[in-house]
């Protein structure tokens, strides 16, 4: 469990058993099953990271929506994105071992994180993380329903291959880029488990 996900549940899970103690049985069970949800959204589970250092794994749970090409400046690479639907686990992970050069939050709009507009338009949290093989960019990336985008790190930290950075609230989306050299070994479609998930591999 994340520790916030308590925090979130204290108040319908109190209301809900005051209500079932009035007799409320309706709304007693609708604020029960609330607070179990929530505490469900917030599940934080282990996972088994591989241990091949020439692989890319999955930042996030959720479904590969699309893979485009998409350069980073002056260099050639893919952009691979991920939707996190509401049922997913929304704790972020690392895909490589490395170091946060850059951590830029931008503020911006909350569309659906299903458009690829939300990948540029939308508020987020972007992460570049230097790694021996050379710069990646991930994205947390809000959506319609999720408002928050949460990041545990900050620049200048070193994080291990699928070490937990980050959750986003009820729904939403994460992108990384990687350059050519890394071959991409997902399709769209395909659902991938934050951590554990090969994304990737970069020799």
């Given amino acids: 469990m994340v520790k916030e996900g308590y925090k979130f549940a204290v108040a319908p899970l109190g209301l809900g058993v005051l209500a079932l103690a009035l007799r409320w049985n ?16 917030f599940r934080d589970p ?4 591989p241990a091949d250092p020439a692989v890319v794994v999955s ?46 939050y931008r503020p911006g709009r909350f569309l659906a994180a299903m458009r690829s507009r939300a990948s540029a338009e939308n508020e987020q ?48 989306r994460v992108d990384i880029w990687l350059p050519l050299e890394a071959e991409i070994v997902v399709g769209p479609g395909q659902h991938v488990a934050g951590g554990s998930s090969i994304l990737a591999r970069w020799p």
């Avoid at 309706?26 to 469900?40: E, P, Q, R, S």
């Avoid at 282990?46 to 990271?49: D, F, H, L, P, S």
């Avoid at 021996?132 to 291959?161: F, M």
Wanted: glycine content about 10%; some cysteine.
């Fill in 59 to 104: 930042p996030a749970d959720g479904r590969v929506m699309e893979i485009v090409d998409q350069a980073m400046g002056s260099r050639p690479g893919r952009r691979v994105s991920i939707f996190l639907a509401i049922w997913d686990v929304h704790v972020n992970r690392a895909p490589l071992a490395g170091r946060i050069r850059k951590l830029e």
């Fill in 26 to 41: 309706w709304a007693g069970g609708i604020l029960v099953f609330l607070a179990a949800f929530i505490l469900y959204f």
């Fill in 46 to 49: 282990e996972r088994i990271v």
């Fill in 125 to 172: 949290n972007v992460i570049h993380l230097s790694t021996e093989r050379g710069e990646i960019v991930l994205k947390q990336i809000a959506g319609w329903i999720a408002r928050r985008v949460l990041c545990w790190k900050a620049e200048g930290d070193t994080v291990a291959l699928g070490e937990r950075v980050g959750m986003i609230r009820f729904g939403s």
